[in-house]
């Protein structure tokens, strides 16, 4: 049973312009939250993370947003660029890590 | 350079034959993990370390094994079980808490002919 879902499979935006990633999860003892962005053929690197005592956090273009009482976080990119193309994965933090399916970004120049 | 090696980064077996990769980290970290990913599919977990000479069996742990004899290194082995061996398999690093963010290696794309 997937703990941590990302419904979109694929998203394409225009450069320049915000770019959305949504995440859901089911368990409310997850207490910390990851993005990760992947390049093809390549591990996982870490994008920025929220404890659940937030609701925002921001790191230059990326800004992460927690809703406890929806179980969703989202990732948000502005202004998107087109290195920012790659697969995203959420990830949610309890007794061990629950990774979502990832959704493939395409920023378009 | 502090960062965690995966090889190879490309392994081709036959069918029936066990096949070991390494996963080696130079961060300190006392965890690690072992992942899979498969197409239209999130990271699943197979196994993973708290601490030298302790493992702990993830989500699909079947047909595969580990150990954890260094602090540096977490080999996996998949063994002949494994049903469906091919994928691309992330081995991962943390510190002590768990709500460290995980280092991940470059991963080892394994196909089984």
């Known amino acids: 049973d997937q703990q941590v879902k990302q419904n979109s499979p694929s998203l394409s935006v225009q450069e320049g312009r915000i770019s959305i990633l949504n995440c859901d999860y089911t368990?409310?003892?997850?207490?910390?939250f990851l993005w990760y962005k992947k390049y093809p053929a390549e591990g996982p690197t870490f994008l920025i993370s929220i404890s659940s005592i937030k609701d925002k956090n921001e790191d230059g273009r990326f800004t992460v947003f927690l809703n406890k009482s929806a179980k969703h976080l989202s990732l948000h990119i502005v202004p998107s660029q087109p290195g920012d193309s790659a697969v995203y994965f959420c990830a949610a933090s309890g007794n061990q890590f629950y990774f979502g399916t990832g959704t493939s970004l395409t920023v378009i120049p | 350079d502090g960062g965690i090696t995966q090889s190879p980064k490309y392994l081709f077996r036959k069918e029936g034959q066990n096949v070991t990769l390494s996963c080696e980290q130079n961060l300190n970290h006392d965890a690690m993990y072992w992942y899979r990913q498969d197409p239209g599919q999130g990271l699943r977990l197979i196994y993973y370390?708290?601490?030298?000479?302790?493992?702990q069996k993830g989500d699909i742990a079947e047909g595969y094994s580990v150990s954890r004899e260094k602090k540096e290194s977490f080999p996996l082995t998949v063994t002949s079980a494994q049903k469906n061996p091919t994928a691309f398999y992330l081995c991962?690093?943390?510190?002590?808490?768990?709500?460290?963010?995980?280092?991940f290696g470059p991963g080892t794309r394994l196909t089984v002919l």
């Open positions: 368990n409310s003892m997850f207490d910390y």
């Open positions: 370390s708290q601490i030298v000479n302790d493992f």
């Open positions: 991962a690093s943390s510190g002590e808490l768990a709500n460290n963010e995980q280092f």
